[in-house]
């Protein structure tokens, strides 16, 4: 992404840059808008999205709103029911092992174009 923003990273701490996932999301949704991507697995499961960093931001905001119903629920009173919470919460972790993977995938392919 250093190629397509001056201004990339936003702090550095320890001698450590440091960028907040929201902003790297928007930054790489602004130079790669509608960007599909997709991986077969060997099992058969196919892993795809149409719009890579408009899904990735969907699901932080999803994936942010199940840790904070969490950290905001009293012990004995949850904001939800548990059986909500606990399907939400592993549906919402499965779909950020598949977004995870397609961003891997992503970026090995950026390497690969910025390497030629």
Known sequence: MNFKEKEFISSHEN?????????????????????????????GVTFQTTDLFADVK??????????????????????????????DAVETAEKGFVYASLVMKWHKIELEKSTE
């Open 15 to 43: 001698n450590i840059q440091k960028i907040r996932t929201n902003t790297l999301v928007e930054r790489c949704q602004k130079h790669f808008k509608g960007h599909s991507i997709a991986i077969n697995k060997k099992s």
């Open 58 to 87: 969907s699901w932080l905001q999803k994936r942010n709103s199940i840790l904070h119903s969490f950290a905001k629920s009293r012990p004995g009173t949850p904001t939800i029911s548990f059986e909500n919470y606990t399907a």
